[in-house]
């Protein structure tokens, strides 16, 4: 989203006033789940941020993990995690064990830190996505295969929606971020592919349909489903 981009920029800028140095913020296209890399005292770090806010999606210890094993892959020697939420309870023993830092940061200084000419002005952001999708919140979605979902709630965490069998779920909005993600890199994506991004999640029929039924997107192949964006330019 938009206010995703906006805070990945305030953590690169405070970052910088905490003493790092060389604060790269990736792009937030095919960044291999980093959102920064910095220096200390000769150490290179990568950073993840997650803007979960108050919702009910918390950190948990497999994104610990993922953020070791993208340290490892980008020859680093230090990993940070940035986030402005909540977290499970076996966290910080974790991230204490894997040697990550856990970072948290009082989201709302953000309007009044960012700099302006780090503000992100586009022709579309996802920003403007999620609020399509929270227009839907309340009503019940379908898919081609006649499987229908109703929208709970949206945060800027998660979305939580009821399926056909009256099961409340949870899908964290990094997921549909990384499938935006991809759709602005590559131009459309199959539903495999869809499960592939968000770790095998049981819920990528969910996300297609969700997007599917999006004014911004549209179905393009039914086999498998292939979802793009309607003629307009995402930026991330």
């Known amino acids: 989203m938009k206010r995703h981009r906006e805070f990945e920029l305030f953590v690169g800028q405070y970052l910088q006033e905490m003493g790092f140095t060389n604060v790269e913020v990736t792009q937030g296209v095919a960044d291999g789940g980093v959102d920064a ?8 770090f990568v950073v993840q941020d997650k803007m979960y806010g108050e919702c009910k999606t918390k950190i948990n210890r497999n994104q610990l993990f993922e953020l070791c094993g993208a340290m490892h ?3 680093c020697q230090g990993a940070i995690m940035i986030y402005n939420g909540r977290v499970v309870s076996d966290v910080y ?7 990550i830092q856990l970072i948290k940061l009082d989201q709302h200084l953000m309007d009044n830190t960012l700099a302006e ?3 992100i002005d586009s022709e579309m952001s996802f920003d403007d996505v999620w609020s399509e999708l929270r227009n839907l919140i309340g009503k019940i979605i379908s898919n081609s295969n006649g499987t229908s979902y109703r929208i709970d709630s949206v945060t800027d965490g998660d979305v939580t929606f009821i399926n056909q069998k009256k099961k409340k779920y949870c899908v964290p909005s990094e997921y549909f971020y990384r499938i935006a993600d991809y759709i602005s890199s590559y131009g459309s994506i199959k539903q495999t592919q869809i499960r592939e991004k968000t770790n095998n999640s049981r819920h990528s029929a969910f996300i297609a349909t969700v997007l599917a039924n999006l004014p911004s997107f549209e179905v393009v192949d039914k086999h498998p489903t292939t979802i793009q964006l309607r003629s307009k330019t995402l930026s991330l």
């Not at 890399?37 to 290179?44: A, L, N, P, Q, T």
């Not at 023993?93 to 040697?99: E, Q, R, S, T």
């Open 37 to 44: 890399f910095c220096e200390k005292d000769g150490i290179r």
């Open 73 to 75: 892959y980008n020859d």
């Open 93 to 99: 023993k974790v991230a204490d064990k894997l040697g």
């Open 117 to 119: 000419s780090d503000r």
